[in-house]
């Protein structure tokens, strides 16, 4: 107990010591410590934060000219290669040139063994067998259709006759519609004809008679009328005679009658004579057309009497038409099976006669194929030497000493010189559009200096699907076949407003775009921000794309990153 409250005297007497003014240094210098240490936090957390973000670097967008490329590398071809082959199964004695080496026309590339003899003989008796089967082939019986042939001749025939009595039947029914239209048309004729000979009588008949009551108008004309006439002319006189003899009886005379009488006869003679003369003319003019009429009459009564000797009961016993037309249909039928049944059989025999013809054919050229075999056997039986056919550079050997190849055996492979040699290249079928036949370009790996490669033929790609083209070249100079060269074909050049590297274009599901710097002011300075922006790319080359967009002379685009950056995310530049 005692000790508790010597302890607690001792640290109230320590406190009491303790001035207020100390107390309040304590403080500021605490307060002082805790503000540097927040400031140096604050300044050292944003550097930390700007070593985590993204370090970017950037160049700006130029102007100016591009000259746009396709780059591509290929194997040398030569234009000619020629495949030295065995003739025949050999056995390779030595080999006598290697891979590479330059050879001249007629220089001994292989010798080989000759051909056995037990080969010979094997392949001889192998053609005397296969011209035996030929000549039993041959032996087979040809085919005969004679007796088919007569059946079918004596059908044709028999369809020509009924085919005629069918013609002749159609010409004679046919003939008879027409006579019996001309025989109603001369029926109606005849009435009307008759009707005018009638008509013509009658007037004859009036004429004779001096009496026109029946006569027909149209043929009496003025006689009617003249005769009304002449018998007034008559009356008269005979009224004015009359008077002047019963005056002239009475023992009278009177001048006026007398005049009367006079004037009277003169009038009654005048319409007499006209009457008269008149009559004459008619009669002779209907006389004449009477005799007409009568003949036109005579003449269709010939026609209609022909008609009934032609076609009447004298024509009964004709064959009609139908019954002819019924025959002609039975012979056809009946020609038409001797055909089918004919052509039927001559199918099949002509298949049969096909496939022997194609035996003979396949017996004949295996006959001269062993033929060939055989001389060439015979021919070879002594060559021991493969020479060279043409000037060039053996570029592959197939074959080693002692081995046994078979016949056509590719042994070596020699590129034929003076015929000079070819590179192609696979490229996007789009680019090729920029590029013509006979553009000259550029071989990048021509350490020589000397070789050269121009732009023969622009092709499509043969692989199934492929958008690519085929670019062929024309390589000259110092180099041979099997090399690989790096070309380069300029495709044009332009004047772009704005020309970025290559590595700063990208590419994604929306199309091709660039990463542009965007900078916004913060209280401790400049953040920067990566911003998308979509560009269409107008031409490339091997390091730069001139691009259309919202990229001008000046915009800093990124080209590289030490993190994967995407569209808003703050970044820092590199220092330069």
Do not use: H
Request: glycine share 6%; aromatic share 4%; hydrophobic share 35%.
């Amino acid at each position: 107990m005692n000790n508790e409250n010597k302890e607690n005297n001792i640290n109230t007497t320590a406190e009491e010591k303790v001035s207020p003014e100390k107390k309040r240094d304590t403080i500021k210098t605490i307060l002082i410590v805790f503000l540097v240490i927040l400031l140096a936090l604050t300044f050292f957390s944003n550097t930390i934060m700007n070593r985590s973000l993204p370090e970017i670097s950037t160049e700006t967008a130029a102007s100016g000219k591009l000259t746009e490329r396709i780059r591509g590398s290929g194997l040398v071809e030569a234009n000619q290669a020629y495949e030295v082959t065995a003739d025949g199964a050999r056995t390779i004695k030595s080999v006598e040139v290697k891979s590479g080496k330059e050879v001249k026309k007629g220089d001994v590339l292989f010798t080989v063994n000759a051909v056995d003899s037990d080969t010979l003989e094997a392949e001889e008796k192998a053609l005397e067998d296969l011209e035996l089967a030929y000549q039993k082939a041959l032996l087979a019986e040809p085919l005969d259709y004679t007796k088919e042939d007569q059946a079918i001749r004596n059908a044709r025939e028999d369809l020509n006759l009924a085919i005629a009595a069918r013609n002749e039947a159609a010409a004679r029914e046919n003939n008879a519609a027409a006579a019996k239209g001309d025989l109603d048309n001369d029926k109606r004729e005849l009435i009307s004809k008759s009707s005018v000979k009638d008509n013509i009588s009658s007037v004859i008949t009036a004429i004779d008679m001096d009496d026109y009551s029946e006569a027909s108008p149209e043929y009496s004309g003025q006689l009617p009328s003249l005769s009304v006439r002449y018998m007034e002319a008559a009356a008269k006189f005979a009224e004015a005679e009359a008077a002047y003899k019963e005056i002239t009886d009475e023992g009278g005379e009177d001048e006026a009658l007398k005049a009367e009488l006079d004037t009277a006869k003169s009038e009654m003679e005048a319409a007499k004579n006209e009457y008269d003369s008149e009559k004459l003319n008619v009669r002779s003019s209907l006389m004449g057309q009477l005799a007409a009429v009568q003949s036109e009459i005579d003449e269709i009564n010939f026609r209609i009497s022909d008609y009934e000797s032609t076609y009447g009961a004298a024509g009964a016993g004709a064959v009609s038409y139908e019954a002819a037309d019924a025959d002609v249909t039975a012979k056809q039928r009946a020609l038409q099976e001797l055909l089918t049944t004919y052509n039927a059989t001559k199918r099949s025999d002509d298949l049969t006669a096909q496939k022997d013809a194609l035996d003979l054919e396949a017996q004949q050229k295996a006959i001269e194929k062993q033929k060939a075999k055989v001389k060439k056997l015979k021919d070879e039986s002594e060559a021991t030497e493969i020479k060279a056919k043409y000037d060039g550079v053996i570029s592959s050997i197939n074959v080693k000493a002692d081995e046994k190849v078979p016949d056509g055996t590719v042994l070596a492979v020699l590129d034929v010189t003076g015929e000079g040699f070819k590179v192609k290249l696979s490229v996007d079928g789009e680019k090729t559009r920029k590029v013509s036949k006979g553009t000259k370009a550029e071989v990048v790996n021509n350490w020589g200096g000397d070789i050269e490669a121009v732009l023969t033929d622009i092709k499509n790609d043969t692989v199934s699907g492929s958008k690519n083209r085929i670019l062929e070249f024309s390589v000259t100079g110092d180099v041979d076949s099997g090399t690989n060269i790096d070309i380069s074909i300029p495709c044009g050049s332009g004047q772009y407003d704005a020309i970025v590297p290559k590595s700063a274009v990208y590419k994604d599901s929306k199309g091709d775009f660039v990463l542009t710097v965007e900078s916004k002011s913060s209280p401790l300075g400049n953040r920067y921000y990566a911003q998308r922006v979509s560009v269409d790319v107008k031409a490339s080359d091997e390091k730069s794309s001139a691009v259309e967009g919202d990229v001008t002379r000046g915009t800093y685009v990124i080209t590289a990153s030490s993190k994967p950056i995407n569209p808003g995310d703050q970044v820092r530049i590199k220092d330069k």
